[in-house]
C-alpha cells in the first residue's frame, strides 16, 4: 500500500529531521512509527502526505511509493483523492464548528452529493455514538477524547484506504486512548482500512499494531513485528523501563 525508501527532510534548509528512513504499510495493517519528542515521527508523516511539499521543510533524498505509484511529488490535496489522509498532531477541529459541521468540512473534499454525505456521516455515527449524541454541540466545547474522534471521523469522511495518525493518546487519560484504539483495530479489521501511527506511547500503539518502527533523531534504529518489539530488551530499556 504504501513504500517509504530513504527519505531526508530537511527544514529552513538546515535542520536534518529525518535522515534515510525506510518503512512500508502493507495493504490493511496498522503500522507504528514509535519515538521520543523530535525523533523525526511527524515529519515523517508530513512528507508522505504531502505537507512537507507545503511547508518549509524540503524532501530532499527519497522516494515514496502510494498502491505502486510514485507519490513523491503528489501534491497534499491529490493524495487525499489518491486515498492517503492526515490526522495531525494536536487535533485541529474548527472549535466554532458542531460536531456534525467538522464531520461535514472532511466528507466536502470528495464533493459527495447529498445522500453520500448522509451515509458518510452514519458510518462515522456508528464508530463513534459518543459523536452522534455531541453532533449538535461545537467541537470546541467536547473533550479531548472526543475532538480527537472529531479529527479521526473527519478523515474517515474523506474515504481513505491509509489514515496516518499522529500522536492520537496525546493528552488523553488511558481508559479514552484505548476506547480510541480499540476502535482503530476494528475499523482496521472490519473496513480493511490502513493506519500509519506515531506514538510515543509505545505498549498501547504496539498492542494494536502489526508492526512497528522505532525512530531515534530521524533514523529508524529498530523494527519488527509488535511481539517482536515488545520483547526486545533495548525497547524496554530506553523506552519501556521495565530493566
Ligand atoms: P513530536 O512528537 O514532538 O512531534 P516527532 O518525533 O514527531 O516529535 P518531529 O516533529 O518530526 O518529531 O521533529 C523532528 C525534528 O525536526 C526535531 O529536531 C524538530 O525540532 C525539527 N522540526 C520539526 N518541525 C520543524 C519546523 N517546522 N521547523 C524547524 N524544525 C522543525
Do not use: C
Not at 186 to 204: C, T
Amino acid at each position: 500500500m504504501l513504500r517509504v525508501n530513504d527519505i531526508e527532510v530537511i527544514y529552513d534548509g538546515a535542520i536534518l529531521a529525518v535522515s534515510g528512513v525506510s518503512l512500508a504499510v502493507p495493504q490493511g495493517s496498522i503500522v507504528a512509527l514509535l519515538g521520543a519528542n523530535g525523533a523525526g515521527k511527524s515529519t515523517t508523516l508530513k512528507a508522505i502526505s504531502g505537507l512537507v511539499r507545503a511547508g518549509r521543510a524540503a524532501l530532499s533524498r527519497g522516494s515514496i511509493h502510494f498502491k505502486g505509484q510514485p507519490s513523491t511529488d503528489t501534491s497534499a490535496n491529490l493524495l487525499v483523492q489518491q486515498g492517503i489522509v492526515h490526522v495531525l498532531e494536536g487535533r485541529h477541529v474548527f472549535p466554532h464548528l458542531t460536531v456534525e459541521e467538522n464531520l461535514i468540512s472532511g466528507g466536502f473534499v470528495r464533493r459527495p452529493g447529498r445522500q453520500a454525505l448522509q451515509t458518510g456521516l452514519e458510518r462515522i455515527y456508528a464508530w463513534f455514538p459518543r459523536l452522534k449524541e455531541k453532533r449538535k454541540v461545537q467541537a470546541g466545547y467536547t473533550s479531548g477524547g472526543e475532538q480527537q474522534m472529531v479529527a479521526i471521523g473527519r478523515a474517515l469522511m474523506t474515504n481513505p484506504s491509509l489514515v496516518l495518525l499522529d500522536e492520537p493518546s496525546m493528552g488523553l487519560a488511558p481508559l479514552i486512548v484505548q476506547e480510541i484504539f480499540d476502535i482503530v483495530s476494528q475499523l482496521n479489521a472490519s473496513e480493511n482500512v490502513s493506519f500509519l501511527i506515531a506514538e510515543q506511547n509505545i505498549p498501547v500503539a504496539l498492542k494494536h499494531a502489526h508492526y512497528g518502527y522505532v525512530l531515534e533523531t530521524g533514523k529508524v534504529v529498530l523494527s519488527g513485528s509488535a511481539e517482536q518489539l515488545l520483547q526486545d530488551s533495548a525497547l524496554q530499556d530506553a523506552y519501556l523501563g521495565k530493566r
